[in-house]
């Protein structure tokens, strides 16, 4: 479990009746968490935590407001201020984080399952890829403290002037559903070893995970109120997480539109440094000579149905050449029937549900504008109900997808794979980047020269060649135009929670 290996699995022993069994248990988590201790909203009002695998109530969370986070920003700034984190020594920074990575190890199945509760997740993926990355992710992170070096600039020899990185202070991290403990480990892990004080905003949707994650870092050694929870609604907590005047850096991953918000928060507050992971369309470019049509089928199939579409970066636009188009359609239909719904605590289940009713509704409204606007349901595009009471779509593929119709152009954020035919290589491409966003495209062709010059042309933060999704902390994370700015993951995150400061020394 000590490995850094972005392929460590955690093995569940358990079966669907176990995690069945766990799941009726009480939760215990459902306070805020400021200081290093779980506390009540002060107007002690909560909101209903919902399953969506049978629409039941989790939990009563509660349900913090403006004087919360104006609690837990105070306490981030004194924390920060007293240097109990930042100025601990390097070495010691780290080993709490490592004790924090294995913590988080250690406790694999409650996270998972609450992770599976909130999200509707498989509870295999929840297990092995969501709570497995969140440790490594904290782990890696923990590495850097002691291996970054600042630098000293080549000025004149009557001076010597030195680049060091310092932390910025207060850090808001506000975050989405899909990926709850994943996107939250990218952030307050970079923040973290970047020696700041973080306050966390987690979707209302899923805001379970996240207590566990800060009590158990606080169990590692972080001291109390260096790390702190305020779950609640947008508008209220990350609304006045955006426009504190004492919150020095807003890390944020969601939706294009909320994005812009937090830019005028800033704008109409400290102008505090922002960062923003936001929405994305991802095309899949298959070129004639797509070297392996298996293996794009089965890519291009997970690429779009893994977490039910509910993935920023998901591989919803299939830019393909004709002479291959049927030939692969099939092939993913076929790959597509063995990733259909099911029982979320069963850990045989490839997929879940939709994270919520108005997310549900969203989805299926997309599913009747692609009918209107002229588009073929291929496969799919019916709800089916594996357990009463759950929101599930299957596996969905629209043929005749035209450039421009609203299903190529907006983000559906469900499993829902548009196939847009085209006659030659620079359609694909002219097709591929006409869309707002720019986080992720991928490319399948057998020339070299192509993938190389086409990969340069694919505007984007990430481009995958013959390959989709494969990832690693170890490399950055992002979007180009509406897709968002700054990074996460890789060493150049931390870059995004640190200042650069230069001390000039006269000799
Ligand atoms: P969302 O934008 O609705 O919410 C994200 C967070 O912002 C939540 O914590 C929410 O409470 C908060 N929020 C909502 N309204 C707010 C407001 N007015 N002021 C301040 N905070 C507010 O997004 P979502 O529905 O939770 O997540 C889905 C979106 O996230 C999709 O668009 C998806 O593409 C995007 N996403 C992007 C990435 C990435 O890395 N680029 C990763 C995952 C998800």
Known sequence: PNTISMETTMAAQLTLADWTKRAGQKVSRTQLFIDGKFVDAASGRTFESINPRDGSIIAHVAEGDVEDVNRAVAVA????????????APLDRKNVMLKWAQLIRDHAEELALLETMNCGKPISDSLNVDVAS????????????????????????????????????VVGAVVPWNYPLIIS??????????????????AEQSPLSALL???????????????????????SCGGTLGKHMDVNKLAFTGSTEVGKYFLKYSAESNAKAVSLELGGKTPHVVLSDCPDIDAAASAIAWGVFYNAGQTCHAGTRMVV???????????????SKTIMPGDTYDPKTAMGTIVDRSQFDRVNEYINIGKS??????????????????????????????????????????????????TSDEDAVRIANDSQYGLGAALWTRDVSKAHKIARQLRAGTVWV????????????GG????????????????????????????
Not at 185 to 202: D, F, Y
Not at 408 to 422: A, K, Y
Not at 480 to 507: A, C, P
């Open 321 to 335: 050449d004709q002479k291959i188009e049927d030939e692969l359609l099939q092939k993913i239909q076929d790959v």
């Open 77 to 88: 700034k004194r924390t920060f201020e007293a240097g109990i984190w930042s100025e601990m």
């Open 480 to 507: 180009f135009k509406q897709s968002g700015t700054g990074r996460d993951r890789s060493l150049h995150s931390i870059e995004g929670y640190t200042n650069l400061k230069t001390t000039w020394i006269q000799l």
């Open 213 to 235: 994650f800060a009590e158990l870092a606080v169990q590692a050694g972080l001291p109390a109120g260096v790390f702190n929870v305020v779950n609640g609604f947008g508008p």
């Open 134 to 169: 969140c440790a490594n992710n904290i782990q890696w992170y923990a590495e850097t403290i002691d291996k970054v070096y600042g630098e000293i600039a080549p000025v004149p020899r009557d001076s010597i002037a030195l680049i060091e990185r310092e932390p910025m202070g």
């Open 373 to 422: 606007e002229g588009a073929i349901v291929h496969t799919g595009g019916t709800p089916v109900e594996p357990v009463k009471g759950g929101i599930f779509i299957p596996p969905t593929i629209f043929k005749g997808v035209k450039p421009g119709m609203r299903i190529e152009q907006e983000e559906i954020f469900g499993p829902v794979l548009g196939s847009i035919r085209v």
């Open 466 to 477: 013959n390959t989709f999704d494969r990832s690693s902390i170890t490399t950055p994370f």
């Open 185 to 202: 480990s990218w952030k307050v892990g970079a923040a973290l070893a970047g020696g700041n004080s973080v306050i966390l905003k987690p």
